[in-house]
């Protein structure tokens, strides 16, 4: 049975400088969305708002729905929605980036291989999202954990782990500053030692004009 291809809706560009990932947080699994850039977002004259992501390698593009519909560019600033497949994603994402999932809830229509699986997340979090651009300087950092670690870690799994730990290692290097600084002036208050606070305030003071 033929399924009946969906209309062509127009759209027109509404802005470009506000990105918004929770259309492909969403859909894909974290690994896979550090792969693509937001573009832009579109509007269909129906009201539904399209976010357009570019994948960096291939240059191909996604074009997701705010209430999470796939939708491919027609030309001529015209879109229609289609269903989502690993064939298509296939052709959107670089080689070698899906991962066996079993539990992939995604037609397997047109696909080459029955084992490779698409690893796609359809259940949102009820968390809210932080984008984060993966930048050199964060690249860079990241491969040095791996490679001080050997953690397997997904790039967004291994952030937020690094995002807690350090989070807790700040709080704890605070505390353990106050506390030092209760204890030394503890210690100058039992007359331990004398301490000249005006001399040091002197040595510290900006030298005069």
């Known amino acids: 049975m033929t399924t009946r291809r969906k209309r062509k809706r127009i759209g027109r560009l509404i802005q470009y400088d506000k990105p918004h990932w929770d259309p492909l947080l969403k859909l894909l699994a974290e690994y896979l969305v550090v792969d693509f850039m937001w573009m832009h977002e579109v509007a269909l004259k129906d009201g539904t708002q399209i976010h357009a992501y570019k994948n960096r390698e291939t240059k191909r593009y996604l074009h997701l729905s705010t209430d999470g519909r796939v939708f491919e560019y027609c030309g001529e600033d015209y879109y229609r929605e289609v269903e989502i497949s690993v064939h298509m994603m296939e052709m ?9 999932c079993p539990d992939a809830r995604v037609s ?26 993966a930048d050199p300087e964060l690249g860079e950092a990241l491969a040095r954990v791996r490679a001080a670690t050997g953690t397997r870690e ?27 600084a209760e204890a030394l002036f503890e210690a100058m208050d039992e007359g331990m ?4 606070l005006a001399a040091i305030d002197r040595l510290n003071a900006p030298p005069a004009a």
Not at 92 to 100: A, C, E, L, N
Not at 116 to 124: F, G, I, T, V
């Open 92 to 100: 959107i994402t670089r080689v070698g980036r899906f991962r066996p």
């Open 108 to 133: 397997t229509t047109g696909t080459t291989s029955n084992t490779m699986e698409l690893h796609l997340l359809q259940m949102p979090s009820k968390h809210p999202r932080i984008a984060v651009t």
């Open 154 to 180: 997904a790039d967004a799994t291994l952030l937020r782990r690094l995002a807690v730990e350090g989070a807790e290692a700040e709080l704890q290097a605070a505390r353990n500053r106050r506390a030092a």
């Open 193 to 196: 030692f004398d301490l000249d």
